[in-house]
């Protein structure tokens, strides 16, 4: 193999914009193998009772460190065949049908990834799942619909790869009804559940919640954009920042609960300096 061989794009050949969702992807994987990296040696700094929430979290940011590595490797052979194109209206016409490509590792990767964040959320107030196992069968079934109805959405494509906006629209829409049942359940696990969680463990919870209902709609909104005419770079710059708070971010906030109640409950000097416990 020569250098000739390896195509590393430039603002010059691809254009700024497509520079910076190309930097936000690759930054979005290299941000889920450093927290798959924390997550793992950290396991014992924090206290049992939530170190299986530390495993989701392991598992969350694998898949989806593995997600943006194939998303990031058809972006660039993407930004390959673009630098190559003559017309500005070449180049969108190739951003716009790749987009759809790109968007199945992302529905693939969220099948897995959400459910697991949704888990990570209820363990937050310690709900015991023989009490709860309505609540959280329907919570995970609204997920699955949600994500599933979406990506069918997605496919709503002609032969040449443009979107059918109608049925799109249509598929959105179903999708929606998944979405809202999602926070709804959320909200009567909370009013249920609250009074046996530590004050930390209900802060943490009012944050991840918090982010469901609000980072996570940017990828609807992404979706109903999408229909129009816009710059499809804008949606990958979006989903890619939004994953970051969403997978990394919130593992933070389990983290920072989970080590909060070690230090409150052993004393420092009967922990090791790195606050590992076994």
Do not use: C
Request: glycine share 6%.
């Amino acid at each position: 193999m020569h250098l000739s061989d390896i195509f590393v794009p430039t603002a010059a050949n691809v254009g700024v914009l497509s520079m910076v969702v190309y930097f936000f992807m690759l930054v979005a994987m290299y941000a889920f193998l450093a927290n798959l990296i924390f997550t793992l040696t950290t396991h014992n700094s924090i206290v049992p009772e939530h170190r299986i929430t530390r495993v989701m979290g392991a598992i969350i940011a694998a898949v989806a460190g593995l997600s943006y590595y194939f998303i990031q490797d058809y972006y660039r052979h993407m930004l390959a065949d673009l630098s190559a194109l003559g017309t500005e209206a070449e180049r969108q016409e190739l951003i716009r049908t790749s987009y759809n490509a790109i968007g199945q590792y992302r529905y693939m990767d969220w099948a897995v990834t959400t459910p697991l964040l949704l888990l990570k959320m209820v363990s937050m107030l310690r709900v015991e799942s023989s009490k709860a196992k309505g609540a959280i069968t329907a919570l995970l079934l609204a997920d699955f619909f949600m994500v599933l109805t979406g990506y069918i959405g997605e496919q709503q494509l002609d032969a040449a790869g443009h979107i059918l906006v109608g049925p799109k629209l249509f598929w959105g829409a179903v999708s929606t009804v998944g979405y809202l049942v999602v926070p709804f359940v959320l909200y009567r696990l909370w009013n249920r559940f609250k009074d046996q969680a530590k004050p930390i463990e209900r802060k943490s919870f009012k944050i991840i919640a918090l982010s469901t209902v609000t980072t996570w709609g940017v990828y609807p909104l992404g979706y109903v954009l999408s229909v129009l005419d816009i710059d499809m770079n804008w949606i990958h710059l979006s989903f890619s920042v939004a994953d970051i708070i969403n997978k990394v971010g919130l593992s933070v906030v389990v983290y920072l609960a989970g080590k909060t109640l070690l230090d409150e409950r052993v004393p420092k000097e009967a922990t090791q300096p790195a606050y590992q416990i076994n």
